[in-house]
């Protein structure tokens, strides 16, 4: 399964709404349609079957740059803040 990328405009908002699977190789794809959504925008999770590491570190700097993540599954909003937790760790043991 590939990924399905819509853009929807409402009220001087952009949703971007995710279908399929979430891989590395759609990031840059995902990024273009960020960079052309204004200002206000989300990205809608959804119907997002299938997301690996690279991905979900995405979604995380997404979260991190005021990009609403929407609707995500259980398991993806899970994975999220374990990969949250892991990034401070790397970046504690670095400062010691």
Request: glycine share 8%.
């Amino acid at each position: 399964m590939t990924l399905k990328i819509e853009r929807i405009p409402s009220n001087g908002k952009t949703r971007i709404r995710l279908s399929g699977e979430f891989r590395s190789e759609h990031v840059d794809q995902v990024k273009s349609e960020i960079e052309r959504g204004g200002p206000r925008l989300a990205l809608d999770l959804g119907e997002v079957d299938l997301v690996d590491v690279e991905g979900i570190r995405f979604l995380n700097a997404c979260e991190a740059e005021g990009i609403l993540a929407l609707h995500c599954s259980p398991y993806i909003r899970e994975w999220m803040l374990r990969e949250q937790g892991r990034s401070k760790a790397r970046t504690n043991k670095r400062k010691k």
